[in-house]
């Protein structure tokens, strides 16, 4: 355990870990409460110092305890303009393969982990505490890593469907575009689906948003369609404004089949029940606001009349 350097304060606090950073703040817990029980025992003021005693005992635990939080010595004012270096708006993504997009991997100053935020790019390894199961077993399975050399939007020609879980590696390992399909929706989808490959088949990313992307396509036959976004509830596809059915891919992912021709391609994102919660709760605001101002005015008309 080091021996507290009283002439260099910071530089002791900061060589501490955390269990020895605990240990001195308990030293000092039990030091002021000595202090406090001597000076304020019996005293009549010592409610009134109350306040002033645990806001000083705070400030000495925060100085304890911030080289062993998140907290960062770096100025505020550094990692502002770093952050304001970054695009305002949402670019369009690149297309080069989604592994080379690794958040884990990036830093923005003292920040690290999901920095798609700033960057306002797609990245995968991002950090998520209520992240789903299926995310889990995507990014467990074999199949992960051939996914992942696709760009964040590509087109299938090939398609199997799976019941709970893919057992079939071959097939992506020799085709990285190769979907498993899960035929746990409501209409299923048939054992395998295939198309004729189409070299030519191009697409076109025109819009990129957190909530819309809409891409361009052009294909001589029908395609598989995948966007590497999680297929959550609220996720809506329509090809030439007319919603269409979408699947869930590789445990996870959004696809669909999009005819041959020239078409353009609509992922949106609405949750209605958050849309929902949220009028409830402006319109529940205001009620009691209400209230409360109606309770008011009675209350000073009461006053009003006694008087």
């Known amino acids: 355990f080091p021996v507290p350097n009283f002439f260099s304060w910071n530089e002791y606090i900061h060589s501490l870990d955390f269990d020895e950073s605990i240990f001195i703040q308990g030293i000092w817990q039990l030091l002021f409460l000595i202090i406090v029980i001597i000076i304020f025992n019996g005293s009549k003021n010592f409610v009134s110092f109350l306040p002033w005693l645990a806001a000083f005992d705070l400030c000495v635990a925060t100085l304890v305890n911030n080289p062993i939080t998140v907290v960062n010595d770096e100025k505020p004012m550094a990692l502002h303009e770093k952050i304001n270096q970054q695009p305002k708006d949402f670019p369009i993504p690149s297309l080069l393969p989604m592994q080379q997009f690794k958040d884990r991997e990036n830093t923005l100053g003292q920040l690290w982990l999901n920095l798609g935020i700033w960057y306002k790019q797609p990245y995968w390894q991002g950090y998520n505490s209520y992240q789903s199961p299926p995310y889990y077993l995507f990014e467990s399975s074999p199949q992960a890593k051939y996914v992942l050399e696709n760009p964040l939007i590509y087109f299938s020609a090939s398609a199997t469907a799976y019941q ?3 057992t079939d590696t071959l097939l992506i390992a020799n085709d990285r575009t190769h979907l498993y399909i899960s035929n746990g929706h409501a209409e299923l989808v048939s054992a395998s689906h295939h198309f004729d490959k189409d070299s030519s088949a191009q697409f076109q990313i025109s819009s990129f948003g957190p909530n819309q992307i809409k891409v361009k396509t052009h294909t001589a036959s029908d395609q598989w369609l995948t966007l590497l976004q999680q297929n959550v509830k609220g996720w ?61 005015v009675n209350s000073v008309k009461g006053a009003s009349n006694s008087i």
């Open 164 to 166: 709970d879980t893919i």
């Open 236 to 296: 809506q596809l329509k090809i030439d404004s007319s919603e269409v059915k979408s699947y869930t891919s590789n445990y996870l992912f959004i696809s669909s089949i999009i005819p041959a021709g020239n078409h353009e391609v609509t992922f949106s994102y609405q949750n209605k029940g958050v849309v929902t919660a949220l009028y409830i709760t402006l319109l529940s605001l205001i009620f009691v606001l209400t209230m409360v101002f109606k309770n008011e």
